[in-house]
Nanobody, 124 residues
């Protein structure tokens, strides 16, 4: 059974940093695309970032470019999202999602599995 478990959310002041983790299990962690999404109350879900093991591609939404960094540790089956210079508008529930068919982040990814989410709150 594929499972994704997010952690690392919390309350932080504007300008601060958080590192989110997405721990994956139930599939071979060598051919995947993992994405981070977020959803704020009353807003649509937004794709934030993506990393692909198949071609090493990454993706960042314009709203987070230069502030967020996605990385992976295949030995730990974990993908991280380092979030710096946080803004109140980054407040949302953050979800990770997995495609286990080795898609590239350079193209739209059809994610098959989703985690439960972790709350990030940035105070002004």
């Amino acid at each position: 059974e594929v499972q994704l478990v997010e952690s690392g959310g919390g309350l932080v002041q504007a300008g601060g940093s958080l590192r989110l983790s997405c721990a994956a299990s139930g599939f071979t962690f060598d051919d995947y695309a993992i994405g981070w999404f977020r959803q704020a109350p009353g807003k649509e879900r937004e794709g934030v970032s993506c990393i692909s093991s198949s071609d090493g591609s990454t993706y960042y939404a314009d709203s987070v470019k230069g502030r967020f960094t996605i990385s992976s540790d295949n030995a730990k089956n974990t993908v991280y999202l380092q979030m710096n210079s946080l803004k109140p508008e980054d407040t949302a529930v953050y979800y990770c999602a997995a495609d286990i068919d080795g898609s590239s982040c350079s193209e739209p990814v059809g994610y098959d599995y989703w985690g439960q989410g972790t709350q990030v709150t940035v105070s002004s």
